[in-house]
């Protein structure tokens, strides 16, 4: 029997990661989120895959979990707005609506603008256990996301079928010579109690969206194991229809780059860093140990920089990676250790805004920027990903090199 506990929506934070209710919470920008959904229904033409019913249903065994946990369906609203999803509303028995969506805020298209609410259809199809279809999307010009809810039950497959608990044995930050000789200034944990101290969520009222707006983009704080699902169910079913696996894998690491590049681009830029994290930055190197301080705030693991090699080579760890637990969860031992997408984009993408654009500078960080400037081929640098959680290691490693 499941027993019913108080319900707060604050996050609870273990080896890296940001628990409510027992899961694992990351926060991402919408640019990472809509990349990522594209990258997913790129795949739409393959065999027996079907990527729309991927991002749909991946939401939902989640949304079991919580009720299993004790949340209502008034709880169940409240945390999807306070994650930044937006405010869905009841219009009548069978239609749901939300004026403000997540997932309106970035589109990455392949083809025509096309109803893209798959998250919100999901997250209503788990908490009603009714078919859900999108009528209205904001994406296609109209004024508010609309969704029907039909007579049909709607079943849920639980994929988390293995227990992984996160790892208790994390390193404290390797101590070697900065450019100067000397190891950082940087505060970690005065910064990650600073950037714990944001009000990164979303808030229900007159005059209020739902949605997480800061450092120039518009964040969720999302299910660790929905990113999960969709990517490697995805990446999976390349594989099965025989893409190359490079070349698979790069669209997924791809999306990693893009939300370096808006994430960590914006709050290297944002008021806030200058006022918290500047004042530790003596050389460039400092800017990336502080980059890697607020980083470990967002429930991505417990990042740790192994080595720098200036301007040559950059290795990182990371402890309790969301992406190798999340493996963990879903599949047995991976063979592969290039596996953490996410991990090999997002560390690539915070050399190239030091070491190749120098965000130090302050750029404007526009579309034309990153594919003229920081997507460029032109003095890019190379990721590789040498131990894997998901492998069996007890962390993963990226190596960052020109």
Request: contains cysteine; proline residues 3%.
């Amino acid at each position: 029997m499941t027993a019913v506990v108080s319900w707060s929506l604050q996050a609870t934070a273990i080896g890296g990661h940001n628990l409510i209710a027992g899961l694992s919470r990351v926060f991402h920008c919408n640019h990472y989120n809509a990349y990522l959904q594209m990258t997913v229904l790129l795949t739409q033409y393959l065999e027996n895959h079907q990527p729309a019913q991927l991002l749909t249903e991946a939401v939902m065994p989640l949304i079991d979990s919580l009720v299993q946990y004790g949340y209502s369906q008034s709880q169940l609203l409240a945390e999807f707005s306070y994650c930044g999803f937006g405010i869905l509303q009841p219009v009548d028995e069978h239609t749901w609506k939300t004026a403000t969506s997540h997932y309106s805020q970035a589109i990455y298209l392949h083809g025509k603008p096309s109803k893209s609410c798959y998250f919100t259809t999901g997250y209503l199809q788990g908490m009603l256990h009714k078919v859900v279809t999108e009528t209205h999307c904001q994406v296609e010009g109209a004024t508010e996301d609309r969704f029907e809810v039909h007579d049909q039950v709607a079943n849920t497959t639980n994929y988390l079928t293995y227990e992984f608990p996160l790892s208790t044995e994390i390193p404290a930050r390797f101590d070697f010579p900065g450019s100067q000789g000397l190891s950082t200034r940087v505060d970690e944990e005065k910064i990650i109690t600073a950037v714990r101290t944001l009000p990164l969520y979303g808030r229900v009222g007159e005059h209020e969206t739902g949605l997480i707006n800061a450092f120039g983009v518009v964040l969720t704080n999302h299910f660790a194991d929905y990113y999960n699902r969709i990517s490697y169910e995805t990446y999976h079913a390349m594989l099965k229809m025989g893409m190359p696996a490079a070349e698979s894998k790069e669209m997924f690491v791809q999306a990693g780059h893009i939300c370096a590049f808006n994430t960590f681009g914006g709050i290297m830029s944002s008021p806030e860093w200058y006022a918290v994290v500047t004042n530790y930055c003596e050389h460039r190197e400092d800017w990336l140990h502080g980059m890697i301080a607020v980083i470990n705030a967002l429930g991505w693991g417990v990042f740790r920089i192994e080595n720098i090699v200036v301007e040559t080579e950059f290795t990182v760890r990371v402890y309790n990676s969301y992406e190798g637990i999340g493996y963990r969860r879903l599949y047995p031992v991976a063979t592969d250790k290039n596996i953490s997408f996410l991990g090999m984009g997002a560390i690539l993408g915070l050399v190239h805004l030091l070491w190749k654009v120098d965000i130090r500078q302050r750029p404007a960080l526009t579309q034309e920027f990153y594919v003229k400037q920081f997507n460029n081929p032109d003095n890019s640098y190379t990721v590789e990903q040498t131990h894997a959680i998901a492998a069996g290691d007890d962390y993963d490693r990226f190596v960052v090199s020109k």
